[in-house]
């Protein structure tokens, strides 16, 4: 939303005149009411608020709002208000709402719903946060099989409202199986006396509603789906998920590697709304394995104090040489583990990665060598100058190699490859680093000058 | 595609039976087939099989072809079947394999094209790439004011074969001026005789062409639409974004951000199939830039010389507190630029994330402090370990305060926050890090004891 759009909500909320703010509101977009109120959250102002809009659009503003605000909300409201409030929202949202009430509250709920209602709810609800059936809905449309076009399309009219999409519609038999699916625009250009048996396309994708998210909004991005069928092991229909709902968890699974690869743990809700705490926990964990990580390094340096107090030239160095390994593993890291969670690098494609990546580093070391060599130049005697060179290079073969293996051995032992985050990475390589760096040096240079 | 299916279609292809190899590409979906030929790709291997597939089938399964292997089958296609394949493709991939076809190429093809099919092709070649007007299609669907609904779902079906969507509707004035949007949703619901004036939604969200398609993207994933109309400056309707390419835009600018943090620059066409030269190309850059940067460090390591050979002790614990400043750092900046790229956190958030990352920063910072504190129990007297915690301390908080205020500098100054990328984080870190460390070393050490 823009800013101004902000800022003359907030005007009309101020004048007070109601008229002027139910028009205003009816006007906007439910997207942009639920960010004005999570930006201004007071719980009576949005309830306020609330009141003035329709139940539709109530319930799909409550639908996009922050999961925190939206449990203030609901433990703020009358039951009565927050039952109207949930026979209006989209059946997926409603079982999200629905898991972060007390318990107190859901058997309040449950009393007030239909059978049904209450069975499709408790199904949901029943999902595993991170499975296909956490983000299905039951709002899907469907159709017997044998049925006309014009009798398809008369019962869609009819139970359009309802439903999320009436975009696909899936074609079942008595026991709700499902055995095929039409489209709206197969529907509105058939001849209204086709069989829909005739028209509808029975190789349908469907995902099961315990697989991961993840994979239902790989499938759906990949083939370009409106909306794809959610049928269990009897391939019986037991919901959809949307194209809008694969986006929702295309980008929270992104942000969630982006968040891994920086050694951050998983933040629910959302960065900006967590609570220090919660923050510092999501990052302490890491942070501190990699101190003791980092001894090796320690002891690695410390091993080789008499080489550098011989030397003391070598400690300029250091911080270019390590730096490098670190900054070019983390890249042939992030290339890699991008890759695999895109799908455009396969597990088996590892051999192959491997040998362009050899490639690319060797002339990626040649490059640098010969920049720490200019700058050695001014610092130091050609003896040391060619320790440096020849450490820069080995060190960034090494780190190159380390980022591309390590995704692809944590894959291997079936963990999530953005494990092999850049601190990670850059932790081992420095080890390495110091390691090679020192060790050329006490090779070359303590047989060419024996230390005063 | 899994794997079998993919074994499946190189068995049929080996036993060149025709028939089994044209009913099985029939079913199978595009995208599937798409991938078989990029992962087995040989010119005349993939021509001839395109041959076995309809017209339809191969614009569908050519659209998804990688950049690189669609322009090897161009060139080697006879004009006339890369005309016939031009006219059943989208316009948007049209114009994309167009725009990289060789000039000759390009007039061969422009000659057997009618006249409005060419200014179409011309008109959406002309934009930039990473621009709305690269990944809009002109092939949505529009009537003009004041007609029936009945007319307009007529027209609908006669025009539908050759539009991406059909339940997004633009009505257009005589001028092609928009005026208003209408699902199809809506059409099939409305009485035949309303006038489409009277349901059609006027607040339509719309995008320039000129604007970047990651804000498409964005509206599009926020708001949920199926396809958002772009007009120009006078409100002329001139194409649409249909939410598949919004999830590819997306997809796309995630990979580039998450490039961009590990200092990877764009690589075009997909890092899988990139060239040795293309990889080392995006990476080189910022590798020798940062070592360059690193002699910072380094000096401040020479610098402290003196201090080093007095206390060796100190060389121990230098890489687990310069690593600890980078990776706070590290989770800090990455927290933030996610956040600025999913629009959760805004620009002007700057003062809030800071105060809740010093609050943080200190948790962590003292934590950590302990833990290096436990460590320098075994290593050194208490003089050395006063020093290293209290190190510890100020270079987390520093490296923190690095990594939030980085990406809104950057921002601010109109560059990507992502450049505020992990690798130049640490360097800056690395090199506070080792001024405070030898700078408290020096302050409280010189003081205590005199160096023997």
Redesign the interface.
């Given at each position: 939303m823009t800013i101004e759009t902000q800022e003359y909500l907030i005007d009309i909320v101020e004048q007070g005149n109601e008229k002027a703010l139910r028009t205003t509101l009816a006007?906007m977009?439910s997207?942009d009411i639920a960010e004005y109120i999570d930006e201004n959250f007071e719980v009576y102002g949005a309830m306020a608020l609330m009141e003035k809009m329709s139940a539709e659009q109530q319930a799909a503003v409550f639908g996009y709002l922050r999961p925190n605000n939206q449990q203030e909300l609901a433990r703020h409201m009358e039951v009565g208000m927050l039952a109207k409030l949930f026979r209006d929202m989209s059946s997926d949202e409603r079982a999200d709402v629905y898991a972060m009430l007390n318990v107190k509250l859901q058997d309040a709920l449950m009393r007030r719903m239909a059978k049904t209602e209450r069975d499709d709810l408790l199904m949901l609800a029943s999902y595993e946060e991170g499975l296909v059936g956490s983000v299905m809905t039951s709002g899907y449309a469907s159709i017997p099989l044998g049925v006309t076009v014009e009798t398809a399309?008369y019962r869609?009219?009819q139970s359009?409202p309802e439903k999320e999409t009436?975009?696909q519609t899936y074609v079942v038999d008595k026991e709700h199986k499902l055995h095929g699916v039409v489209s709206?625009?197969d529907l509105?250009?058939a001849s209204p006396d086709d069989i829909i048996d005739d028209i509808m396309v029975r190789?349908v994708?469907t995902v099961s509603p315990d697989m991961p998210q993840s994979e239902a909004a790989r499938i759906i991005?990949?083939?370009?789906l409106?909306a794809i069928p959610v049928i269990d092991k009897d391939r019986l229909l037991v919901g959809m998920v949307t194209?809008?709902d694969?986006?929702?968890v295309?980008?929270e699974e992104?942000?969630d590697?982006?968040?891994r690869?920086?050694?951050?743990g998983k933040i629910e809700g959302?960065?900006?709304d967590a609570s220090?705490f919660t923050?510092?926990r999501s990052?302490?964990n890491?942070?501190?394995l990699?101190?003791?990580a980092?001894?090796f390094?320690?002891?690695g340096?410390?091993h080789f104090?008499e080489t550098?107090?011989a030397y003391?030239?070598l400690?300029?160095?250091?911080?270019?040489l390590?730096?490098?390994g670190?900054?070019?593993g983390?890249?042939a890291?992030?290339?890699i583990?991008?890759?695999i969670a895109?799908g455009?690098?396969f597990k088996s494609?590892w051999p192959r990665m491997l040998a362009?990546e050899l490639?690319?580093s060797v002339?990626?070391g040649v490059?640098?060598a010969i920049?720490?060599g200019v700058?050695g130049y001014w610092r130091a005697g050609p003896d040391i100058i060619l320790v440096v060179a020849l450490s820069m290079l080995c060190i960034v073969l090494v780190g190159s190699l380390i980022g591309v293996l390590l995704p692809f051995v944590l894959n291997r032992f079936g963990w999530d490859p953005a494990t092999a985050s850049?601190?990670l990475v850059?932790?081992i390589a420095?080890t390495s680093g110091?390691l090679i760096y020192f060790g050329i040096a006490s090779a070359i240079l303590d047989f060419s000058v024996v230390p005063g």
């Open positions: 006007s977009a997207a399309l869609l009219r359009a009436i975009y709206l625009r509105i250009t190789d994708l991005s990949r083939y370009d409106i194209f809008d694969a986006m929702d295309v980008e992104d942000t590697t982006m968040h690869s920086a050694t951050v959302g960065f900006k220090p923050i510092y990052r302490v890491w942070l501190v990699l101190v003791f980092n001894i390094s320690g002891a340096i410390a104090e550098i107090k003391g030239a400690l300029f160095f250091l911080p270019l390590i730096a490098s670190g900054n070019t983390a890249q890291a992030t290339l583990v991008r890759g895109t455009d690098v494609d362009k490639l690319v002339a990626l490059t640098m920049s720490i700058i850049s601190p850059t932790t420095d110091v």
